[in-house]
């Protein structure tokens, strides 16, 4: 079943999901702990809307691939169309803000990267964005105030300040709208913290983000 965007007060999005766009190393100390250099640019990837799922359910994972690594990121739910935009009008076109998972078939990567090749086939597969409801945005909040993090089996894995990131989000939101024309329904991720790691079957995940947005699952056996 195709992910339909929706609120946390019931509400479902207009638009239909569109793409996901994410952001490679927005964060320091994530950059480091993968041994990868700190980007003086945003480094920008897309995963397809058939990759989204419903992060309040089981979530399932090829694990018959090799390993799967958990990477919890904010996402941005849009609004509007943004083309080239200013960073205060990339601002004001984000209607919700939520959490989401950005799987990674770390394995499947590192066999591609050490090849040299495209690696979408380890971060777009289907599945690979289990995503929350989204809180609804009255007014734009203070960026550097949002706080979220993830839980893994009652031990605190990851945790997230809006003020760490390297790009902030109206800075991200409007480079991102120079290289692809973003559309009502697109959703982008600002990045992942420190603390990522191998998703393990049967494991209890808890996602807290700062607003009141809370989100318990579990991971499949199989």
């Known amino acids: 079943m195709r992910f339909v965007p929706r609120f946390t007060d019931g509400r479902h999005f207009p638009e239909p999901l569109g793409k996901i766009v994410c952001v490679g190393r927005n964060y320091a ?9 700190v980007p003086s640019e945003p480094l920008l990837f897309i995963k397809p809307a058939t990759s989204a799922a419903d992060l309040t359910a089981p979530i399932q994972a090829p694990f018959a691939r090799g390993e799967v690594h958990f990477e919890t990121e904010l996402a941005l739910l849009v609004g509007e169309s943004l083309s080239d935009a200013a960073p205060d009008q990339a601002e004001r076109a984000i209607v919700g803000i939520g959490l989401a998972l950005d799987l990674t078939l770390r394995d ?3 066999r591609l990267k050490d090849k040299g090749q495209p690696w979408e086939v380890a ?3 289907d599945g690979a964005c289990p995503m929350s409801a989204f809180l609804p945005l009255a007014e734009t ?12 089996n009652g031990e605190r894995r990851q945790h997230g300040l809006g ?3 390297l790009f902030t989000v109206p800075m991200l ?12 329904g697109d959703v982008v991720l600002t990045g992942t913290p420190a603390g990522v790691g191998e998703l393990q079957r049967g494991a209890d995940l808890y996602f807290r983000l700062t607003g009141g947005l809370t989100v318990e699952t579990r991971v499949t056996t199989e």
Do not use: C, I, Y
């Open 173 to 184: 939101l409007a480079e991102v709208s120079r290289h692809f024309t973003l559309l009502p």
């Open 29 to 37: 100390d994530h950059a480091r702990e993968l041994n990868n250099p």
């Open 141 to 152: 909040p203070n960026w550097n105030a949002l706080e979220f993090s993830l839980d893994v």
């Open 123 to 125: 971060k777009a597969f």
């Open 163 to 165: 003020a760490d990131m």
């Open 108 to 110: 499947v990567q590192a």
